[in-house]
């Protein structure tokens, strides 16, 4: 599928498998959620540009690669995205974090903001949006809107499920905002939930139902 990469490692298959299991339990679930966040951070960052800069090895001087530019911005939408942020910000502890606070009206299932907060030189970084489940596709259209109107110009995104339907409203969109995904499900139900999926991952997250 143009414009997906669907991270099959079997590590990230294994995790996702008993992240949508039933009877995972909220702290098992949330332990996986950061896991899988390690694992596809890897993915998405694979093609980051690098630059060699002249360092010493105990035995010589040498030319050797850093990660070029400015750091990173991860931008979770809250608030599933926070689960996958801290097993980001272990491979990538320098990056900057912008918070993108956005809940789906249940009747309507369009986007409304309640909070954002993102560092000022977005045009400079390039952002990794953090959205773990992309059903319709509203949210994460919404979430890349609100981080282009504040500056942000290299974007990528990263989820854990995401629906064919979603991801083609999405590309529909943002055609250019390549999306790192864990798996690519069969369908949205009519409440807009990923079928067979996991279920609402902020509430197994943090236990609210
Ligand atoms: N959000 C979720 O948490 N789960 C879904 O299946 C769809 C949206």
Known sequence: ???VTVVDHPLVKHKLTLMRKKETSTKSFRQLLREIGVLLCYEVTRDL???D???ETPLQPMAAPLLA???LVFAPVLRSGMGMLDGMLELVPAARVAHVGLYRDPATLQCVEYYFKAP???AERTVVVIDPMLATGNTAIAAVDRLQE???RDIRMA???ASPEGLSKFHGHHAGVHVWT????ERLNDHGYILPGLGDAGDRMYGTR
């Open 120 to 122: 000022a030189d977005m």
């Open 1 to 3: 599928m143009k414009g």
């Open 150 to 152: 504040a500056g942000a």
């Open 159 to 161: 989820c854990l499920l």
């Open 69 to 71: 530019g400015k750091k």
């Open 182 to 185: 864990a798996a690519v499900d």
């Open 49 to 51: 540009p690098l630059e």
């Open 53 to 55: 800069v002249t360092i």
